[in-house]
């Protein structure tokens, strides 16, 4: 063979192989999107990673302190915020980077930037436990409060609401651990959707399978992202295993046998005997 002849075969084969190299690269950008599972349909994400699997059950547990449920909790909201968070836009800005030989050169290159106006609305007051993690996924999310407590009727009461007058966001994050009757989480949906919320978002670690459905029944397009579904909601309104309470047990305030229950200040009964005293 020549040395023309060897040249030519040389340059053939290159030419194959970076045909073959280029066909496994995509041809056009692609955004990273949740993988979302029957039977809940398109718009609810059940996690199925195992290291979440291996973090729910610490929070389950009757032997994790306060301490440790607070960590837990928050780990587990950065993961399944970091899922839920895979729908946001972005867009293109310029930007330079550093030479790796050369460092006071730089190269010019295009990168992305969140494009959403993001709100967080942790529901108080187990949510406020996932409000730290979600702030270092989207850190220019704003923060705004709703409290809510469960009546003995099963009815949600809201209590507190932080909500500006003039809706600026474009996505809502609503969060709180568990979602049993849904009711909560429905009253405040609606809420959001009044305030003029155009994308809504749940993130949850728990939810029964009967208050999923039910929060689907009434807010259809709503997102979820929830970390596991249990199947059994007891008649007075709580998850089976559930995680307990998970107010209490974020806050170390879990009662002892024998301890007076603690009293709503909704009820005033402190402002009342106050003010009975006085009149006396």
Known sequence: MTI?????TEEQVISNTTKQ????????????TPNF??????????????????KLSILRSSST?????????REITFHLGYEATATLSTRDIPLTVPCATHATNHIDTMGSRLSAKVALIPILRSGLGMVDPMLELVDNATVHHIGMYRSKSLMPVQYYNRLPKTCNVDVAYVMDPLIATSATIISVVSI?????????HVISVVASKAGLSELLKYHPEVRVTIGTVDEVLSEDGNLVPGLGDAGDRLFG????????????????KRTMSVASETEG
């Open 21 to 32: 190299e280029s066909s496994l690269l995509p041809t056009t950008p692609t955004n990273v």
């Open 37 to 54: 599972i029957a039977p809940y349909g398109p718009n609810v994400h059940v996690s199925q990673h195992p290291i979440l699997s291996h």
């Open 253 to 268: 305030t879990m009662e002892e046998e024998g301890e007076e229950d603690l009293v709503h200040y909704s009820k005033r």
């Open 65 to 73: 302190s306060p301490s440790s449920f607070r960590r837990t909790l």
């Open 192 to 200: 959001l959707k009044r305030w003029g919320v155009k994308e809504i």
């Open 4 to 8: 023309e002849e060897e040249k030519k």
